[in-house]
């Protein structure tokens, strides 16, 4: 067997987060905004259910998001949204389990 990042730490850490309750989804089934590798087609009926708006308030937040993401670091920006009092919510902390989508997929390479 060929030892690689892929039989070394991609493949074991998707089949443990799998094993976790991670629904895998593959790279011929994954609609993204690319600049920021949010799934809408996830993230806008969630967001929805979980903040009780409409989806069309959903995508504005979507929009607001992808405005913020468009001008500074991912990462920090992100973590400002998850952890900010703003009244809307990305995660629900208190039904984690039961409220999240926990969604994983494989590396995209872009050429």
């Known amino acids: 067997m060929k030892f690689n990042e892929d ?3 991609k493949i074991p850490a998707l089949l443990h987060l799998t094993r976790l309750g991670y629904k895998y989804i593959p790279l011929n ?3 993204r905004i690319e600049s920021n590798n949010i799934f809408s087609s996830i993230f806008i009926p969630k967001i929805s259910a979980l903040n009780g708006i409409s989806e069309q308030e959903a995508e504005r937040i979507l929009d607001e998001i992808n405005l913020e993401l468009d001008y ?3 990462g ?3 973590y400002e949204r ?3 009092t ?3 919510k990305l995660i629900d902390f ?3 389990d039961i409220s999240n989508n926990f969604k994983i997929s494989n590396s ?3 050429n």
């Open 7 to 9: 039989s070394r730490v």
């Open 29 to 31: 089934q994954q609609n």
């Open 72 to 74: 500074e670091d991912l």
């Open 76 to 78: 920090k920006k992100i």
């Open 82 to 84: 998850l952890t900010s």
């Open 86 to 88: 703003s009244g809307v």
């Open 94 to 96: 208190e039904k984690f």
């Open 108 to 110: 995209i390479i872009e």
